[in-house]
């Protein structure tokens, strides 16, 4: 059965995904019967459009090359037609699936331009994996209640630490169980710093300009290192796992800033190492969420977690506690979890999953 993707973005993680597309098109054709096309790929100024399907060959090449996508032939700039419908154009066939991969980056505050054009998706059948946070976080109700109305999915396996399954594990492998407490180390670049820090006995500001020489801190990494992201993450999945609806004002947040090399040694002494933890837990029939630096003792798993790796420890009443791991993250992990999105997608329309 054919398949739909609009792409929004076509930078990193965008540029990967038409990538990882590519070399497994055939992989999932013969594994799930997917016959993958682009209906549509989009950046900040503008989209390419077919409802037959784009060349995947050429998107493929122009992502290799890190071409910019208004190189390709066929660019549309916003303005010469109606955004949405060259962002969703109304594809060929009715036996279809259609999903709006979202890959952009958008405001913070507002969660645009992404939410607007998520919002129409909804409304026009589109089911949705997002690799980006911020309209999720801004809009998490109306977005699941839309998808609800619509008979979507709404998947953000991208968004709650890539690589790291988390949403997933809670939905499927827990199922049936009521998840009591997730703590999480969801933040590559906070948890580079800290391993640095307690490995090398540098200063924070030391070990921060190592992280963005490695390419493990943004340019600009405040929202890394306030905490911010972590917040965003764990907000994210408790309120998946734990069937609340929580707002990022209910998180209570503290960055690593101000941690120096003294704090991480005489932790050391205690034999504890720092970890920036995200943790959401039950409370007089309520759901605390919290982000901060935290002292984990050496025989715990997630003080074994060092550099760019993340972890996520659910607590439950069936299973007792449950901890994964993963080393790999930054854009192909972002690129690989819209990718598994999209395939659970199709399997659960399929009744397969
Ligand atoms: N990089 C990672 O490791 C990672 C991991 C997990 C999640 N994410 C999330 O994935 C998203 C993309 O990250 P990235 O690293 O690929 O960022 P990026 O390299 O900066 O690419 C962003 C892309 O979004 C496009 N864009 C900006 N405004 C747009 C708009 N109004 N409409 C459509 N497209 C627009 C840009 O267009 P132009 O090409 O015209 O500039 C660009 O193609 C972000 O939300 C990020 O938080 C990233």
């Given at each position: 059965m054919k398949l739909y993707i609009s792409l929004?973005?076509?930078?990193?993680v965008g540029r990967q995904f038409v990538k990882l597309v590519r070399a497994k098109e055939q992989d999932i054709l013969n594994w799930h019967g997917i016959e993958p096309k682009f209906a549509s790929v989009?950046?900040?100024?503008?989209?390419?459009?077919n409802p037959d399907g784009l060349d995947i060959d050429v998107l493929a090449g122009?992502a290799i090359?890190?071409?910019?996508?208004?190189?390709?032939?066929?660019?549309?700039?916003?303005?010469?037609?109606?955004?949405?419908?060259?962002?969703?154009?109304?594809v060929a066939g009715k036996d279809c699936i259609k999903v709006l991969v979202?890959a952009?980056?958008?405001?913070?505050?507002?969660?645009?331009?992404?939410?607007?054009?998520?919002?129409?998706?909804?409304?026009?059948?589109w089911n949705?994996a997002?690799m980006?946070?911020?309209?999720?976080?801004?809009?998490?109700?109306?977005?699941?209640?839309?998808?609800?109305?619509?008979?979507?999915e709404?998947r953000?396996s991208g968004?709650?630490?890539a690589g790291?399954p988390?949403?997933d594990?809670?939905?499927i492998s827990?199922?049936?169980?009521?998840?009591?407490?997730?703590?999480?180390?969801?933040?590559?670049?906070?948890?580079?710093?800290?391993?640095?820090?307690?490995?090398?006995?540098?200063?924070?500001?030391?070990?921060?300009?190592?992280?963005?020489?490695?390419?493990?801190?943004?340019?600009?990494?405040?929202?890394?290192?306030?905490?911010?992201?972590?917040?965003?993450?764990?907000?994210?999945?408790?309120?998946?796992?734990?069937?609340?609806?929580?707002?990022?004002?209910?998180?209570?947040?503290?960055?690593?800033?101000?941690?120096?090399?003294?704090?991480?040694?005489?932790?050391?002494?205690?034999?504890?190492?720092?970890?920036?933890?995200?943790?959401?837990?039950?409370?007089?029939?309520?759901?605390?969420?919290?982000?901060?630096?935290?002292?984990?003792?050496?025989?715990?798993?997630?003080?074994?977690?060092?550099?760019?790796?993340?972890?996520?420890?659910?607590?439950?009443?069936?299973?007792?506690?449950?901890?994964?791991?993963?080393?790999e993250?930054?854009p192909v992990a972002a690129a690989g979890s819209g990718f598994k999105d999209v395939i659970n997608i199709f399997r659960s329309f399929q009744g397969r999953i």
């Amino acid at each position: 059965m054919k398949l739909y993707i609009s792409l929004l973005g076509f930078g990193k993680v965008g540029r990967q995904f038409v990538k990882l597309v590519r070399a497994k098109e055939q992989d999932i054709l013969n594994w799930h019967g997917i016959e993958p096309k682009f209906a549509s790929v989009s950046s900040s100024r503008g989209y390419v459009a077919n409802p037959d399907g784009l060349d995947i060959d050429v998107l493929a090449g122009m992502a290799i090359r890190e071409q910019n996508l208004a190189e390709h032939p066929d660019f549309v700039p916003y303005g010469a037609k109606d955004k949405m419908d060259g962002i969703l154009p109304e594809v060929a066939g009715k036996d279809c699936i259609k999903v709006l991969v979202a890959a952009a980056s958008s405001d913070f505050e507002t969660g645009e331009p992404t939410l607007s054009i998520m919002k129409s998706a909804i409304s026009r059948g589109w089911n949705i994996a997002s690799m980006e946070k911020s309209p999720l976080v801004v809009a998490f109700d109306e977005l699941t209640e839309m998808a609800r109305k619509f008979g979507v999915e709404l998947r953000y396996s991208g968004a709650t630490a890539a690589g790291l399954p988390t949403i997933d594990i809670a939905k499927i492998s827990l199922a049936g169980s009521k998840v009591m407490a997730i703590e999480g180390i969801l933040n590559a670049t906070t948890n580079y710093v800290l391993t640095l820090m307690s490995e090398d006995g540098i200063s924070y500001e030391e070990a921060l300009s190592m992280a963005r020489a490695h390419g493990y801190a943004e340019p600009d990494p405040t929202r890394d290192v306030m905490g911010i992201d972590t917040a965003c993450k764990i907000l994210l999945i408790a309120n998946a796992a734990m069937g609340c609806r929580k707002k990022l004002s209910d998180v209570k947040i503290t960055g690593i800033t101000h941690i120096t090399p003294r704090d991480v040694a005489s932790w050391a002494i205690e034999q504890r190492t720092l970890k920036m933890i995200g943790r959401a837990w039950r409370e007089d029939d309520d759901v605390k969420i919290e982000v901060s630096p935290m002292a984990v003792p050496y025989y715990d798993m997630f003080a074994k977690v060092n550099g760019s790796g993340k972890a996520v420890r659910f607590v439950t009443d069936l299973f007792g506690e449950l901890v994964v791991t993963v080393q790999e993250g930054g854009p192909v992990a972002a690129a690989g979890s819209g990718f598994k999105d999209v395939i659970n997608i199709f399997r659960s329309f399929q009744g397969r999953i």
